[in-house]
């Protein structure tokens, strides 16, 4: 089924904005296409990307791979490149300079609205670099989150009120890394429920235990590809 997003795309917090959920780090090359990206597309974003990062002079077009509908670097401004041009807005102490957003306290959060990319069907990818060189002390930290209602579950709402979401956030190592069953150390969480209340829930580990600094204060290349969601009559 489709995804019926109601409110603005937030990054670096959840929907909510609940203070315990804030992402504590960096985020770089924002990209969402309305087409599920193939194998090779996925390697020019990353080659695209891995350019830019450590050079912000570098000349960065991720269009090149494939069309966006939002595009957003975060690489010395907020200007989104995409046909759509999304209003994006930074809120609460986010700030933006040529290593990407950052986010360090509680608050702070970016707005992305106009952007519908998952309503005419289920085909969809969203792209994005992080880094973090600490957790924030809470559970999770919500990187990425994009949904129909702010104050229902995005799992299971008791009051069964509707909630089309994607939410994408980190399970740090320090915090248990959220229970995670992909192993222990910090785990990227993807969580997902479309119109029809289809949910999807996985998670990546991003690194073995003890291994925290070693990899994600580096820069860490997310891309969630959704080729077909999940039909509940299969």
């Known amino acids: ?115 519908d990319y998952a309503k005419k069907d289920d085909t969809f990818t969203i792209a994005y670099w992080m880094t973090k060189e600490q957790c924030q002390g809470s559970i999770y930290e919500y990187m990425y989150s994009h949904n129909q209602n702010d104050q229902a579950d995005i799992i299971n709402d008791q009051l069964r009120r509707p909630n089309s979401n994607i939410n994408m956030y980190l399970g740090c190592e320090t915090s248990g890394g959220g229970w995670s069953t992909a192993g222990a150390g910090t785990a990227l969480r993807f969580n997902l429920k479309d119109s029809a209340s289809t949910w999807a829930s996985f998670d990546f580990p991003l690194h073995a235990a003890g291994a925290f600094d070693s990899i994600t204060n580096l820069w860490v290349h997310v891309v969630l590809v959704v080729s077909a969601f999940l039909d509940r009559k299969s």
């Open 1 to 115: 089924g489709s995804f019926d997003f109601a409110l603005d795309l937030v990054l670096g917090g959840r929907a909510d904005h609940n203070g315990q959920r804030h992402f504590r780090g960096k985020l770089a090359l924002v990209n969402v296409f309305d087409t599920s990206l193939s194998a090779t597309q996925a390697q020019c974003l990353f080659r695209a990307g891995d350019a830019a990062l450590p050079d912000p002079a570098a000349i960065y077009e991720a269009s090149t791979c494939a069309p966006l509908v939002v595009d957003v670097s975060f690489i010395g401004d907020v200007a989104d490149r995409s046909k759509g041009k999304a209003k994006v807005s930074l809120n609460g102490g986010a700030s933006v300079d040529t290593k990407g957003v950052h986010f360090t306290g509680k608050g702070h959060h970016v707005t992305v609205s106009g952007t």
